[in-house]
């Protein structure tokens, strides 16, 4: 899989595709919603979509797509590069949402939570599929928060599409395992060639498994947190561990929001009773840009 | 311009986490 | 003072209270001072982060300004005064290095009127002339603010958040609004008022 792209800028969203199979144009085709990586504190989430004519779904079903937790990772890669030679009938398209999309967009002044990015996340591939003229019919995804609501939102969304919005579907469905399939290859590879950004001292590249619980991950992330920096992107910082651990390694940082939330909390009626004459407001200008006439030096 | 602060005085790898930019 | 540089402390034209201005002997040409202060803030100086310390703007300013401040004072007299009976403050004694300044005697057509008298010049305020002058100061930074996309329409919370589109939407008449505003930080509140209706 060619992560160029993604090298080049990980902060962002990286979108990733192959080419549309012609079948896939012409007869209706079932397509499969997955992601890879939800759960850890390092690296990218990756959402895949994988498409095929309904004709030909014996035949994906025939590369023993199997459920892609029971399978190694190389035995992914083998089974990835099996659906590539497959070309003609199987296509495959994906997102991989940095660690550092996800967590600006969890803690930004406009909160966005993860069920939501994944969400739209899985809209937007769909909606890519049906703008390269793929003939979809059929939706199959796995759970993410509440089937029904993600079923109901989903539907309304597509609502020409049958969508089916199953727990488990990555073990009911082969497009689903297929597209789990090309979400994890994408992690793998896209954590094993991480660029980073930051000139990092005696980078160790062994953290474990990535996930918050793992005693390799933690101790990774409290040997590489910078008291005033914090972590590098690699890391999510809106994940509850790492925020633990920047609160107890790191300098305090604090944010204008966070205490006028607390001056906020004063009587209403301070907002409209003047004491006394109130002094000549600066102009915005200067107020906007934090700049008072110097009176000392 | 981010409106937070570090209430403390102490060296920091700088040129390690910003790149300048015109 | 050897760089020619030399701080001072003057009325500032709009409260009245003392503000620091720079002068810069060499180049003929005076600047405001101003304080950049946000509640929260640290600086990255070299390789490592400080928490106090406050950044200064010197910006250029048209010394006619502060001297206006005196000439609407001596108006009370009513009579036609040599500039250096006008322009004393003991509070400010400094206020007498405005007087150094060659350009000043060009430019004071635009706030007064004049007579000379055995090559001697007297000056008196000119309410008329000055609010013209002050129309086309407001019209200058009216086009300044326009040119450099300052958002004037809608309120931002500050400067570092506003999107870049923002500005497209503003009204002319929002620019003259936000121009006088802007302009009446150098102006006694009654003059800015005057200019207001003017």
């Known amino acids: ?297 | 311009l981010l409106p937070c602060a570090v209430p403390r005085n102490r060296p920091a790898p700088v040129s390690r986490f910003f790149t300048p930019a015109v | 003072m050897k760089s020619g540089l030399m701080f001072v402390k003057l009325a500032n034209p709009c409260s009245g209270e003392g503000a620091i201005y720079l002068f810069n002997v060499c180049l003929q040409q005076l600047f405001e001072i101003k304080v950049f202060k946000e509640k929260h803030h640290s600086w990255f100086i070299n390789q490592s982060v400080q928490s106090e310390g406050q950044l200064h703007f010197a910006t250029p300013m048209d010394p006619l300004f502060l001297v206006l401040h005196y000439l609407k004072k001596a108006d009370k007299e009513g009579k036609f005064q040599p500039l250096d009976q006008v322009v004393v403050d003991d509070m400010f004694p400094n206020c007498t290095l405005l007087l150094k300044f060659p350009e000043l005697e060009k430019f004071l057509h635009h706030v007064t009127e004049e007579k000379e008298i055995d090559s001697k010049k007297y000056y008196k305020y000119s309410k008329e002339k000055t609010l013209k002058w002050l129309e086309k100061k407001v019209g200058q930074t009216a086009a300044a603010l326009k040119a450099s996309h300052v958002p004037v329409g809608a309120r931002v919370q500050s400067a570092a958040f506003v999107p870049g589109d923002q500005a497209s939407g503003d009204k002319e008449e929002d620019y003259i609004c936000y121009a006088h505003g802007l302009i009446s930080e150098y102006l006694p509140k009654e003059l800015s008022d005057d200019l207001a209706k003017y």
Not at chain 1, 72 to 99: C, N, Q, Y
Not at chain 1, 279 to 294: K, Q, V
């Open chain 1, 1 to 297: 899989m060619d992560l160029r792209e993604l090298e080049r800028d990980n902060t962002g969203r990286c979108r990733l595709s192959s080419p549309v199979p012609a079948a896939c144009r012409q007869e209706p085709c079932v397509l499969g919603v997955d992601e890879a990586g939800r759960g850890p504190v390092l690296g990218p989430m990756v959402y895949a979509i994988c498409y095929c004519p309904l004709s030909r779904l014996a035949d994906l079903e025939a590369l023993k797509v199997a459920d892609s937790k029971t399978l190694s990772e190389s035995e992914r890669d083998r089974l990835f590069a099996k659906m590539e030679e497959d070309g003609d009938f199987v296509g495959w398209a994906l997102d991989v949402l940095s660690p550092n999309l996800i967590s600006t967009s969890m803690l930004g002044r406009v909160k966005y939570n993860l069920n939501s990015l994944s969400h739209d996340t899985a809209v937007g591939l769909v909606q890519y599929a049906l703008d390269q003229g793929v003939k979809v019919t059929q939706v199959f995804v796995d759970t993410v928060g509440l089937p029904e609501t993600y079923q109901e939102r989903l539907q309304r969304r597509f609502p020409d599409l049958e969508v089916t919005v199953k727990a488990k579907a990555d073990a009911l469905f082969p497009v689903v395992s297929a597209a789990s399939i090309c979400a994890k290859v994408a992690r793998d590879q896209a954590v094993k060639s991480w660029q980073f950004i930051e000139e990092l001292h005696d980078l160790d590249a062994d953290y474990g498994s990535g996930y918050p619980n793992d005693p390799k991950t933690k101790a990774w992330l409290r040997k590489h947190v910078e008291p005033v920096f914090g972590f590098p992107q690699f890391v999510r910082f809106s994940w509850r561990t790492a925020q633990s651990i920047l609160e107890k390694e790191a300098e305090a940082v604090t944010w204008e929001d966070s205490t006028a939330d607390q001056e906020g909390s004063g009587k209403i009626t301070s907002y409209f009773l003047s004491e006394g004459p109130r002094p000549r407001l600066p102009h915005r200008y200067f107020l906007e840009r934090g700049l008072e006439p110097a009176t000392a030096l």
